[in-house]
């Protein structure tokens, strides 16, 4: 069997881990008691969450890339420095033009949340739907997401971003509606039910928190999940060996690069977190979709059963 016909067994709807729900629970019980979920405490946590927990998702791109890609020892080495540059220059733009790195951040992760709705059939149906998962707390808290973007940034241009996802949400929103429709009466019932429960959250928790929950506990599960099946019968103790140690190598990176440039960068801990999703989003798109292309044509060689 290949390695698309292995994931295609997960269903068009896609894998929902147990904690997602745990930590919806949490979050709505601490929501509806009044808990301060937007607290600098609070937020730091969860910055840390969707750090510590998302990171990991990307971190076998590499392993996948040799393996798709069948590529020999120097073509490899290319290919990782090509992986590595593209990172360098995205970390670069957040000092020479940050706004320019916000835009292009808010598209590269409409598409990449877009990837989840496998039940979509058309391309800009798919970006829509990724596009509200950024568009739902701008709705529910749009002066948080815009303090955020111009820390991100900088300058107003972060307020200009957050009301231009304003602007999109309800239509961003509507072809999720559809989606979560389309998920469930094609059986992925409780992806469908996730995806409601996360854009809610979206909307109804400070935007930290309703990021994390989605990111971690429901996006990122989903393609660790591809991401196990497709490298096939690997050991525990090098899938957790070379999550943790990609994962705290990119960390380390920023944070040797942030340290370096500390007057071009945003003083609050989130706004850089965000940059350092951004950093590794754009490459972890541009390579896992080359990825997604060599696996879909090796299932239609002679020699895939």
């Excluded at 709705?139 to 300058?155: D, K, S």
């Amino acid at each position: 069997m290949t390695a698309v016909n292995r994931r295609a067994s997960q269903g068009r709807g896609g894998v929902v881990h147990v904690s997602f729900w745990f930590a919806a629970v949490y979050l709505g019980v601490a929501q509806a008691a009044g808990l301060s979920l937007a607290g600098p405490g609070a937020t730091l946590i969860a910055t840390i969450v969707f750090i510590g927990g998302g990171m990991p998702h990307g971190a076998y791109d590499i392993a996948l890339l040799a393996r798709a890609g069948r590529l020999g020892r120097h073509a490899l080495g290319l290919a990782v420095g090509g992986y590595v540059g593209i990172a360098i220059a995205m970390a670069v733009l957040w000092v020479v033009c940050p706004l320019v790195a916000l835009v292009l951040f808010v598209t590269i992760a409409s598409v990449h949340f877009g990837e989840d709705w496998t039940m979509l059939d058309e391309p800009l149906l798919k970006v829509a739907a990724g596009t509200a998962i950024i568009a739902a707390p701008a709705i529910g808290h749009p002066a948080e997401v815009a303090r955020l973007f111009v820390a991100m940034v900088g300058g107003p241009g972060g307020e200009t971003v957050a009301r231009s996802l304003i602007a999109v949400a309800p239509v961003a929103l509507l072809v999720t509606i559809v989606g979560i429709g389309d998920a469930w009466r094609s059986g992925a019932r409780e992806w469908a039910a996730a995806t409601a429960v996360a854009i809610i959250g979206l909307i109804i928790v400070p935007p930290v928190a309703g990021f994390a929950l989605f990111f971690v506990f429901l996006h990122s599960p989903r393609h660790l999940a591809d991401a196990r099946i497709t490298l096939g019968a690997v050991s525990q103790r090098w899938w957790l060996a070379t999550g943790a140690a990609l994962s705290v190598a990119a960390i380390g990176g920023w944070v040797v690069f942030a340290t370096s440039l500390a007057r071009f960068l945003p003083t609050d801990l989130t706004a850089q977190a965000f940059q350092l999703l951004a950093t590794v989003a754009v490459p972890h798109l541009a390579f896992s979709q080359w990825i997604e292309r060599r696996l879909a044509r090796d299932a239609f060689q002679p020699h895939a059963i």
